[in-house]
């Protein structure tokens, strides 16, 4: 099986950008000209898997609560039977059962065990969520086992992430976790009637960067506005995917 990277997207605070973090990796693999396995384990919103253009399979973990065992197998097959890299968004709602499933499991072990970097996003997110997705960051470094990446994604859709004029850098959760956090990606906050609607705009249409900066349903100032977001973040996932 040929080295690749497991991406899989976390965070037990729904609402927070898994799905947009999920995009964001599958867009870059695809604009890369690296094909990427994308797979959905949401059971109530599956947003991934509207993303037509990024072929994305929905495989729902649950079942009453618990992980389905059978549908776990089926979603493990899809990883083994692929020499692509993989991108997982989980659902909030399935967020602990299939952490849980997977420490069970030895599935990060597995993982590693093939040769393939695992990375684990989180993301953190500014204004009500700030500090219920802390504690997932937390929660989320206490379960995963040392050779498993943290990648913390920094969304600033609803303000910056502060706390008594400290930035995260300086928050004490990190200063616990600077050696387990490989990479800090900075969604920046941007100016809400513009970049916030533009980006809402094209998550809502279910568009990706290639779709949107090649047609015409948006204005051209529109389209520099979300360029300059797609470079933003690019630049940051070229860093280290």
Known sequence: ????????????????GKTFVSTQIAQFYSDSDRES?????????????SFKNLNVTHVNLLEKDNINPRKFDEMME???N???????????SSFIPMLSYFIENNVFEIFKDTGADINLHTIIMGGQSLTDTLN??????????????????????????????????????????????????????????TFGEDIKK?????????????????????RQRIKTVQ???????????
């Open 37 to 49: 396995l994308n797979i959905d384990t949401d059971p109530v919103n599956t947003t991934f898997a």
């Open 82 to 92: 692929s020499e692509k890299d993989v991108v997982i968004d989980n659902g909030a």
């Open 136 to 193: 997932g960051l937390n929660q989320i470094s206490e379960k995963i086992p040392d050779y498993v990446n943290l990648i913390v994604w920094l969304n600033e859709f609803n303000g910056k992430i502060e706390i008594d004029g400290k930035e995260f850098k300086e928050f004490k959760v990190f200063k616990k976790l600077e050696n387990r956090i490989q990479q800090v990606i900075l969604v920046q906050e941007r100016t809400r009637e």
């Open 1 to 16: 099986m040929t080295i690749r990277t497991i991406n899989i997207i976390a965070q037990g605070k729904g609402g927070v």
């Open 231 to 241: 470079k933003s973040i690019y630049d940051q996932l070229r860093q280290f995917l």
């Open 202 to 222: 094209m998550l809502e249409a279910k568009k990706t960067y290639s779709e949107i900066l090649s047609e015409g349903d948006f204005s051209i100032m529109q």
């Open 78 to 80: 899809l990883i083994f």
